[in-house]
């Protein structure tokens, strides 16, 4: 305060006739005492009676209330010396407020021991002030998904040394984790997955976005009205409230999971006021003065370092690359710094008040991976940030009221490649209405990203989620086809047509259409439904398999997309709302890249590549998630990755016992949550031992 007294006019700790230097020194000490008394009293308050204001709209407001509580501190000041204009009392509290936070933040990482202290304090104080007894005895589970992170990505990051906290659970003579890999849906993309994941099922989810013609409406994963008719229709299903329904608390994902505990959850967001409890996790993180500073601070930092890093991507003429001008930095700060810091602040206030079971999706890697590519520099830095989170989030858990146990996971991975409008100058709408005898605009549309964090930007703003082009198709001429994108997965609907149209009526209505997509270079294959054979794939040159003739040893079109195409393929073709035609990318096996129909150099959403195949590292007390087939000892998993990971840490998963689909990942995670509940630790036990 002394120092920001000297630089600034504005502001002054003296009297106009002046005042001895002990007379200043006593003003200022008074006037931050009186300043921090008030943040820690009234700030709470005020930002308790804010909780509906939008959340970004909160983070800015948090400078002007800072500043209005520094006057308020000069006027109760007992010297009455202290002087301030409104806009100069506005930077005196933000740069007092960082300095604060800074110093605490240095102090605290310096002294081991003081944040152990701290730790304990806090973790007494909740306990006491929830039940006044000691805590559970039994385990709490801790699921953080790093969404988009796929499995090969995760080696290679631990082989370079960017996830240390990761690398020392997977090393060493006695591991802590196991890592094994999965395999996900036809739709590898965070809607289908995590409903299956929290849910368990996602039956009838063909794609991120797709057309139903029984309610005339397009279904978005990441609308917070879509997502909450998805929760609603799978626990419809499964009779079964989620696997969070017991104690649980879920943080940033796009459903609930049954939990009680909510924050930053989609499938509420529609809600409005006291019934939408998501958005209490603003409150949770915004009410320290000093969170709300350094988010702020970091906001700003991230996105100059996006700025920077997109025109350098521009000097260097990098390709791939796609448009992250306009809103995309301040939509990947949001994600990258506002998200993870109230996620992960959330995650540990549930573990320090002692909850069964948290699920918690951090989004940043998603993102920047989708607009920089899954393997890029700047998908790296966001990597060693969220090891950085696992670090904390393990070192809290030594000081929680009842022992965790950690498990990391993701619902897909990203494969890279270019989008097919910049391959082939058309988009594939484009495609369609040229294989439909229709007139093709001049200039190619672009289909914008449907990444989940540019959703979650609207719903903390409180903005509707609305697809402009998606309205624009269900309400132009019925008789056009409808073309939707879910990262290399186009779905074609005809909204005029009450039913699922048969391979036969659009040849008949079309005759070009079915072999203009399949011969196209940038088409995988089709999948139809056929009055004569149910369920059709088509590849190029006229290929034709009947559904129930294929398998991984006759895969026909699917031979590029590995073992497992065909019962994807097949379970989606059994969906009541899949799509008149699919439409898969190609894929080449040897580069690892599809072709995106959104504006994505990293995507995910169909078949081909990295983005199907996920992964679990969960602790090793745990049960394994599938029965191995051949011993554990193979390392080919880990090619590039550190010698001491191989041979006693990695799940080799044999052929006909790998882990295949979310739903199965749900049991999975059901089967961990019991054994949790098995045994009870000793209460007498310290709570160093119990973390052990």
Not at 168 to 184: E, F, I, Q, V
Request: charged share 20%.
């Amino acid at each position: 305060m002394l120092v920001l007294a000297g630089a600034l006019p504005d502001f002054r700790l003296q009297s106009d006739s002046g005042d001895s230097a002990t007379r200043i020194a006593v003003t200022a000490a008074a006037g931050a005492g009186v300043f921090g008394l008030l943040s820690s009293l009234v700030w709470p308050l005020l930002v308790r009676a804010l909780l509906l204001v939008p959340a970004l709209v909160l983070g800015l407001l948090v400078f002007f209330l800072n500043g209005s509580l520094l006057l308020i501190a000069l006027r109760l000041n007992p010297s009455g010396h202290g002087e301030a204009a409104p806009e100069t009392a506005v930077v005196v509290a933000a740069v007092m407020s960082a300095v604060a936070s800074a110093t605490g933040a240095a102090l605290a990482v310096r002294d081991d021991d003081a944040y152990r202290r701290r730790l304990y304090r806090l973790a007494d104080r909740r306990r006491r002030r929830s039940t006044g007894q000691p805590g559970p005895s039994t385990q709490g589970a801790v699921f953080l998904q790093l969404d988009g992170v796929g499995h090969d990505v995760l080696l290679e990051a631990i082989g370079k040394g960017l996830m240390p906290t990761a690398a020392r659970w997977l090393g060493g003579t006695r591991p802590t984790h196991r890592l094994t890999p999965w395999r996900t849906d036809w739709s590898s993309q965070t809607g289908a997955s995590q409903l299956g994941i929290l849910h368990g099922t996602n039956h009838d989810v063909p794609a991120f976005r797709w057309y139903e013609k029984d309610t005339q409406e397009v279904m978005v994963c990441n609308r917070p009205t879509s997502a909450a008719e998805l929760q609603r229709r799978a626990v419809a299903h499964t009779g079964d409230g989620g696997l969070l329904a017991v104690g649980g608390a879920s943080r940033g994902n796009l459903f609930s999971g049954g939990a009680d505990e909510l924050a930053l959850v989609l499938s509420v967001a529609a809600r409005r006021g006291r019934d939408n409890r998501s958005r209490a996790g603003y409150f949770a993180y915004f009410s320290d003065p000093a969170n709300a500073v350094r988010t702020a601070m970091s906001f700003v930092a991230e996105v100059f370092r996006e700025t920077g890093q997109s025109t350098w991507a521009r000097i260097e003429q990098r390709r791939p690359r796609v448009k992250r001008g306009g809103l995309y930095p301040f939509v990947r700060a949001f994600a990258t710094v506002v998200e993870r810091d109230v996620v992960v602040a959330a995650v540990i206030g549930d573990m320090l008040a002692g909850r069964n079971a948290v699920y918690a999706d951090l989004v940043a890697y998603d993102e920047v991976a989708h607009h920089s590519g899954p393997r890029s520099r700047d998908a790296e830095k966001i990597l060693e940030r969220l090891d950085r989170s696992l670090a904390l989030i393990e070192k809290v858990a030594e000081h929680a009221p009842r022992p965790y146990r950690i498990v990391v996971l993701s619902d897909h991975g990203q494969s890279p490649g270019e989008t097919f409008l910049t391959r082939y100058g058309l988009s594939l709408g484009n495609l369609v209405r040229a294989g439909c005898g229709l007139p093709v605009p001049r200039k190619a549309q672009r289909t914008h990203s449907g990444a989940e964090a540019r959703t979650a930007v609207r719903a903390a703003l409180r903005r509707p989620v609305e697809e402009r082009e998606e309205r624009r198709g269900t309400s132009g001429r019925r008789s056009e086809p409808l073309v939707l994108a879910s990262g290399n997965l186009g779905l074609v609907s005809f909204p005029d047509v009450p039913h699922r149209m048969s391979r036969e009526e659009i040849d008949r209505r079309h005759p070009a259409l079915l072999s203009t997509l399949a011969n196209h270079p940038g088409v995988g294959f089709l999948l139809v439904r056929s009055e004569e054979h149910g369920g059709l794939v088509l590849g190029a040159h006229g290929t034709e398999v009947p559904m129930d003739r294929l398998d991984d040893e006759h895969p026909g079109p699917l031979a590029d997309f590995g073992p497992g195409a065909a019962d994807a393929v097949r379970r989606t073709h059994s969906f009541p709302h899949t799509a008149d035609i699919m439409v898969n990318s190609s894929y080449d096996p040897v580069e690892g890249e599809v072709l995106a129909f959104e504006e994505q150099i990293g995507s995910h959403g169909g078949l081909g590549g990295a983005q199907g195949r996920p992964f679990l590292l969960s602790p090793v007390a745990l049960s394994v998630p599938v029965a191995r087939s051949t011993p554990v000892g193979t390392n080919t998993e880990l090619a590039g990755a550190d010698t001491e990971l191989a041979g006693t840490n990695t799940e080799f998963i044999g052929v006909g016992t790998e882990l295949v689909g979310a739903e199965r990942v749900h049991d999975v995670l059901r089967r961990w949550l019991r054994e949790c509940d098995g045994p009870p630790i000793p209460l007498s036990a310290r709570p160093d031992e119990r973390a052990a």
